[in-house]
């Protein structure tokens, strides 16, 4: 049993990470969490946090392992000795059914027929054996830049492929992290969300109805940003570089949940609209052809703009008077002779 520092155990011992990179995808989120603080992959893989299972790590990116060596996780789990194990997915799961000759998407050989193993085949095969299913970026959530109108495999999301309702032997529904890449550290937070469930010290993970984490998707960008202000007064950017408000060059903020605006990217620092690049909606089911072309402005902004432009202009202006009356010292404060603070005492 693992101890904690109040001397409870946890649940579970050891808990591996099974991680298929082999969607259609860039692995940008595996490269995207090593950017993670908040846990860091080495504070949870060393053990930094206590009462946490001892955590084994199995993702082709960042293992020591190779070829055959790597392969022989996915071998292990799929015969139960792995156990437990989270699988997480990342990329687009294809639609091998329309694949008449080949496949989409592998990752290593069939010994008997000396074929490739399709990714679809490694997400039948793991997928019942795992105690949690993460969906890992945009692609492997909900389909993303992959499943782009006029895309020739047919990708979607895993929870498309999967089923909505599925849910893990455990009793889990598929855990939904997007974003593209992911958020470093919303990553690496739900992960642990899970190992503290699995080790018996969290309730059941809290999901939306597009099964993201609702602590993480619960707001909106424009929420979340620095420029709100500048939009609540209608002072809009002309073009890039400007410190106002960028909904007019493109950005979908206000319709969008992601907490990037809030959290920054690595350490508080960058994002999006924030530090100055619209937001794309790239954590969005509708992401990227409900967005696109990106750099016009959204249509429904049209109205909201103009109706602001109107009310900001005469709130800026009483603003500007009020600024000027608080930006001067109160009188009473001079080197004159005299008291004229107000004071009145009772005795000296
Ligand atoms: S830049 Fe985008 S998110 Fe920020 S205030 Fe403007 S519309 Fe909202
Ligand atoms: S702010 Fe917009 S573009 Fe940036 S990560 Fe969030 S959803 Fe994607």
Not at 108 to 136: F, M, Y
Not at 143 to 171: Q, V
Not at 182 to 196: C, I, K, S
């Amino acid at each position: 049993m693992t101890g904690t520092s109040n001397g409870k155990s946890s649940a579970v011992t050891d808990v591996h990470i099974v991680w298929i990179t082999a969607g259609l995808g860039c692995d940008g989120d595996s490269v995207s969490i090593t950017a993670a603080e908040q846990p860091s992959i080495e504070d949870v893989l060393l053990g930094a946090i206590p009462g946490l299972p001892k955590v084994h790590l199995h993702n082709p990116v960042l293992a020591y392992e190779n070829g055959d060596e790597f392969m022989k996780f996915y071998y292990q789990a799929e015969k139960g000795e792995l156990d437990p194990f989270v699988l997480v997915v990342e990329g687009s799961i294809p639609n091998e059914k329309i694949k008449k000759e080949g496949y989409w998407a592998a990752v290593g050989t069939n010994p008997d027929t000396g074929q490739p193993i399709t990714t679809c085949e490694w997400i039948d095969r793991l997928s019942p054996k795992a105690l949690a299913v993460v969906a890992i970026g945009t692609c492997a959530t909900y389909g993303g830049i992959h499943a782009m109108e006029g895309n020739p495999t047919g990708c979607m999301g895993l929870a498309d492929y999967l089923g909505w309702n599925w849910r893990s032997k455990a009793g889990l529904p598929i855990v939904n992290v997007p974003g593209c890449p992911v958020q470093p550290d919303n990553f690496m937070e739900t992960v642990l969300y899970l190992l503290y469930q699995v080790a018996g010290m969290a309730p059941m993970i809290p999901l939306d109805k597009q099964l993201r984490p609702t602590w993480l998707f619960g707001k909106t960008v424009h929420e979340g940003c620095d420029r709100g202000s500048y939009y609540e007064q209608g002072e809009f950017a002309e073009e890039y570089g400007s410190s106002k408000c960028l909904v007019k060059l493109g950005c979908w903020g206000p319709v969008v949940d992601c907490n990037v605006t809030k959290r920054g990217w690595m350490r508080g620092i960058g994002g999006c609209p924030n530090v100055g690049g619209i937001c794309i909606g790239c954590t969005m089911p509708g992401f990227p052809d409900k967005f696109m072309p990106f750099m016009d402005e959204p249509p429904g902004a049209k109205l909201s703009t103009k109706t602001i432009a109107v009310y900001g202009h005469m709130i800026r202006s009483l603003r500007s008077i009020t600024n000027a009356t608080v930006n001067k010292e109160p009188k009473w404060r001079h080197p004159r002779t005299e008291l004229t603070t107000g004071y009145r005492p009772n005795t000296y």
